[in-house]
């Protein structure tokens, strides 16, 4: 399953199938990007971030693309699994500052 | 695993009351921040903080937020007074500069 566009709100996919899930960010001076998932009623979990020297970072059973061009990120989820249901924040923090800005968030459901 | 710990885990108050929320950040960290998340506004940063000191609170309310830290290991969230629009869960996040920042399991605050 797929999140067309720049940001859909919701992604649903069948189990064992591959998930990727879409961020456009908004500043140019953003050279460090964040992948967080939120599951109901905890906080933000940090999976994978990329620095903007990098265009693919690897982590376990995630992958995490930047294109600066376009100014998109996307997170793709090999195998998704029940327990990969959650939000899915992309975050970006500008070279010239240490905030941390946060997307709208990309539902995921998994259906079994 | 170290963890950021935020206290208290849930708070139903009044109106007009005084709210203090506390963090305590990972041991060595040195950037902590402070969000409130809600279905509306979604992430929203209020303040954040580098080595103790204050960097932007642009995100707050001035007249009735303020965010301190006054040591290493506690980060405070005041408000005074509390209206009902200030029910969010709020979190905290601490991490070294730049290199992933982990989140604590927030406070759920309910202004009645």
């Known amino acids: 399953g797929e999140s067309v566009g720049l940001h859909l709100p919701t992604l649903s996919v069948q189990e064992g199938d591959n998930s990727i899930i879409n961020c456009a960010y908004s500043?140019?001076?953003?050279?460090?990007f964040i992948w967080y998932k939120q599951e109901s009623g905890k906080g933000p979990q940090f999976i994978i971030d990329i620095r903007s020297n990098m265009d693919k970072r690897q982590g376990q059973r995630v992958t995490v693309l930047l294109n600066k061009t376009v100014k998109h990120l996307s997170l793709q989820i090999a195998a998704t699994q029940p327990g990969d249901s959650a939000v899915y924040f992309c975050?970006?923090?500008?070279?010239?500052?240490?905030?941390?800005?946060f997307g709208a968030g990309t539902t995921v459901t998994v259906r079994a | 695993d170290a963890r950021v710990t935020q206290t208290p885990r849930h708070k139903v108050t009044e109106m007009g009351q005084e709210v203090t929320m506390r963090c305590q950040p990972i041991?060595?960290?040195?950037?902590v921040f402070w969000y409130r998340q809600t279905m509306m506004q979604g992430l929203e940063l209020l303040a954040y903080?580098?080595?103790?000191?204050?960097?932007?609170d642009s995100g707050m309310p001035k007249d009735r937020f303020s965010a301190e830290m006054p040591d290493a290991t506690l980060a405070t969230l005041k408000i005074q007074p509390s209206e009902p629009r200030d029910s969010a869960v709020y979190f905290c996040a601490s991490g070294l500069t730049r290199q992933g920042y982990t989140f604590g399991s927030g406070t759920r605050l309910t202004v009645v």
């Open positions: 975050a970006e923090n500008p070279s010239n500052d240490y905030k941390l800005s």
């Open positions: 041991l060595g960290h040195n950037t």
């Open positions: 500043n140019s001076a953003s050279d460090y």
């Open positions: 903080f580098r080595n103790r000191a204050p960097l932007d």
